[in-house]
Nanobody, 115 residues
Framework: QVQLVESGGGLVQAGGSLRLSCAAS????????MGWYRQAPGKQRELVAR???????HYADSVRGRFTISRDNAKNTVYLQMNSLKPEDTAVYYC?????????WGQGTQVTVSS
């Protein structure tokens, strides 16, 4: 089992930056995939960025070049650095982990970008 604790959301003006953190309750070396999804009002949850256990990273086209996913293995923590934020990035951001055959979600953190 994996518990995920997120932090770092908030309100920012367009063009600004935020960094999200997600701390896992177990070593992220043991996790098959870990990253971030987001869900805007009235829309489906979508992938933002994630690590895969083979070492690859995936980004949504809408955030590539603006967002960077990184990790601190010693702290079992994954980060999402979000730069050049746009109003359309406004959403609840969820940390996600796939471990064995199960999927785990954090509680979500609100990111609001004002124009």
């Amino acid at each position: 089992q994996v518990q995920l604790v997120e932090s770092g959301g908030g309100l920012v003006q367009a063009g600004g930056s935020l960094r999200l953190s997600c701390a896992a309750s177990r070593s992220i070396f043991t996790i098959n995939a870990m990253g971030w999804y987001r869900q805007a009002p009235g829309k489906q949850r979508e992938l933002v960025a994630r690590f895969i256990s083979d070492g690859s990273t995936h980004y949504a086209d809408s955030v590539r070049g603006r967002f960077t996913i990184s990790r601190d293995n010693a702290k079992n923590t994954v980060y999402l650095q979000m730069n050049s934020l746009k109003p359309e990035d406004t959403a609840v951001y969820y940390c996600h982990a796939a471990f064995n055959t199960m999927v785990y979600w954090g509680q979500g953190t609100q990111v609001t970008v004002s124009s």
